[in-house]
């Protein structure tokens, strides 16, 4: 979605949604999406199909 709408960095990413420069911070380093995360890619364009979650328990991976 960076890509598409032309976003660079963590600083685009805060003034393209309604989220902070931390929580898209803290969500790309820690990988882990939150409700809002997904909500704001998915008023980007982002196709809620297409974005992928491990589940560490499921697929076997230590935490």
Do not use: F
């Amino acid at each position: 979605m960076k890509r598409v709408h032309r976003i660079r960095g963590i600083v685009g990413l805060a003034e393209a949604t309604d989220l902070t420069r931390k929580t898209w911070s803290t969500a790309l380093r820690d990988q882990r999406p939150t409700p809002q995360i997904l909500a704001a890619l998915a008023r980007l364009g982002a196709r809620p199909d297409r974005i992928l979650i491990v589940d560490e328990v499921a697929a076997g991976i230590p935490a």
